[in-house]
């Protein structure tokens, strides 16, 4: 590690943070025109956000969708990395290990408009309505690349052997997984909870198009924001940004802790 | 006891083909279906397939996507490989933490982190407040926002960090004595770059490139929102195909034509990557003869 290593870290930082940064400034400002200089700091902007029920609403249906996404993207993508760490452990017999990855990477791949106008025309197709769980099953499918990917990196770091001894003092597969390798990869599989929940409060484009009558905060907001910036806006990013650094933060304990 | 292994793959399958490639197939369907007044009727008619292919603004669309996700994955590993390679130097206690802040942005929504840009870019914002401030400039800059520029910008941002990632993962794996071993027989820093790092380090550059290719060609919401008067994509000319003008043909087959071309370059660039780790392969092994 030298000095020069140092400096490029932390102009990464300075350049990913910046922005996030200066929008949360902004939140604070007393000004209602968004511009430097800014001249006084004030919270009343996020006093307005408790009085706007459109962001309440959009918020209480973010986090209804945004939970069970979470849970179920999370136990999705340990199944699919249990099963891709058998593949690595007997590559032999894993031929549809390579299929296997690309038919779950290949949603995540597909331009996001053009996913969600094929799901809307099956959707239609078949007659089903449009709503939260259609939504969620469309965001869960985006999201189980990210925690198979987590997930599959954890069970690698799981010694097989621990599993083998398992077995063979006894304990059928299920029991076997349940008390051995569940325990070892409770962390991550909490990390994976909370990067899937947190995706599904960042989605826009599928919301758009397969949320219905339900409005995620995500679509309030980008409805709001095409038109114009305002100082209360600014904190509504603000509230929305440090539940997920709260949740970025959880997920980083819990994947350290194991 | 094999079988149950794997037994946990089948139901994650089946659910990313029913929700992920039952939609696609159903679009190919419609695309060469035939409008009746308000509904669509079974017919094997290429009227769609081919009012793209005759239609200049649609395969310009479509090449403009192209073009987006290509300028993207040829520039970010210029900006991620320093950052990679001194994560990767990083002491083992604090790898985690270079995690959490290269992840962070990830996860903050797109439209935080466009709206977080427009308050950097804008005629009011940070960069133009600078550079009026060191007496740079009489006037605000104002080709930084709502142009193509400004949207390329932001997609650099966005796409950055999947970029480190993806090289991260590959410097970690490959063994930095080789690089060091090189620097000891008096090879340059760029040289041991050129000789070592990167012929070794190219599955993850590869893999990389593809993903930040995708993401970014496939993003409608960066150039709409940023991009002002440029900011129409092939994404929104399908979603406005889809839903206003009610042609679902059309909007199927301008979609699975965008997919397909994408998946053709994505495609091209696995046989380059292919024949570049075959070649090298071949070059090692005549060298090590003679």
């Known amino acids: 590690m030298r000095a020069r290593d140092w400096r490029v870290l932390a102009l990464a930082a300075a350049y990913l943070y910046l922005p996030i940064l200066v929008l949360s400034l902004f939140a604070f400002s007393d000004d209602a025109v968004i511009a430097f200089p800014i001249t006084g700091l004030t919270l009343r902007w996020f006093g307005a956000l408790a009085g706007n029920a459109a962001f309440l609403d959009g918020f209480a249906t973010s986090m209804t969708i945004a939970i069970p996404v979470g849970a179920i993207s999370a136990l999705g993508g340990l199944a699919a990395a249990l099963a891709l760490r058998g593949a690595t452990l007997r590559p032999r017999a894993a031929w549809w290990a390579a299929p296997f990855a690309a038919l779950l990477l290949a949603p995540f791949l597909t331009p996001r408009t053009v996913l969600a106008v094929a799901q809307s025309m099956a959707l239609s197709e078949l007659g089903l309505r449009r709503g939260m769980a259609v939504l969620g099953a469309a965001q869960v499918l985006v999201i189980l690349p990210f925690t198979t ?16 001894a398992g077995r063979d003092l006894g304990a059928g597969p299920w029991a076997c997984f349940q008390r051995v390798t569940l325990p070892l990869v409770r962390g991550p599989l909490m990390a994976a909870c909370s990067a899937g929940m947190i995706l599904s409060l960042a989605d826009v484009t599928l919301a758009t198009f397969l949320a219905g009558r ?23 990013q603000v509230v929305v940004l440090s539940v997920t650094a709260l949740a970025v933060a959880l997920a980083a304990l819990w994947r350290r802790r194991r | 006891m094999k079988a149950r292994r794997e037994a946990s793959a089948p139901p994650v399958a089946l659910f990313a083909a029913l929700c992920g490639l039952a939609p696609l197939v159903a679009m190919a369907v419609v695309s060469v279906a035939r409008i009746e007044g308000y509904t669509l009727a079974l017919a094997l008619d290429l009227r769609a397939w081919r009012e793209v292919a005759a239609s200049p603004v649609m395969r310009g669309l479509i090449g403009q996507a192209v073009f987006y996700g290509a300028i993207l994955a040829c520039l970010t590993p210029l900006a991620a490989y320093p950052i990679a390679l001194a994560l990767a130097r990083t002491p083992m206690a604090w790898k985690w933490l270079g995690a959490v802040v290269l992840l962070t942005p990830l996860y903050t929504g797109e439209i ?13 914002g940070l960069i133009n407040a600078a550079l009026g401030w060191a007496g740079l400039i009489e006037a605000p800059v104002q080709a ?37 071993a090189a620097r000891d027989l008096g090879a340059s820093p760029w040289v041991v770059f050129r000789r070592v790092t990167l012929p070794l380090t190219r599955v993850g550059l590869f893999a990389g490139m593809g993903v930040v290719f995708a993401l970014g060609a496939g993003d409608a919401l960066t150039p709409a929102l940023m991009g002002g008067a440029n900011g129409a994509t092939a994404m929104s000319m399908i979603e406005s195909l889809f839903g206003a003008a009610f042609d679902w043909p059309l909007a199927s087959a301008l979609g699975l034509a965008l997919m397909l071309t994408l998946a053709g370059c994505v495609a091209a660039l696995t046989l380059l990557a292919g024949r570049a780790r075959r070649s090298a392969r071949r070059s090692a092994r005549r060298r090590g003869k003679i």
């Open chain 2, 112 to 124: 935080v982190r466009i709206y977080a840009w427009r308050l950097m870019l804008g005629a009011q």
């Open chain 2, 144 to 180: 930084l926002l709502y142009t193509r520029l400004s949207a390329l910008i932001v997609m650099f941002y966005n796409t950055l960090p999947f970029m480190v990632l993806a090289i991260w993962a590959a410097v970690e794996a490959f063994d930095r004595r080789l690089a060091e």
């Open chain 1, 149 to 164: 990917a987590l997930l599959t990196a954890a069970l690698l770091r799981v010694d097989p052997r621990l599993e083998e």
């Open chain 1, 214 to 236: 339900a409005q995620p905060l995500s679509v309030v907001v980008a409805s709001e924001f095409m038109r114009e910036m305002r100082p209360d806006l600014n904190a509504m």
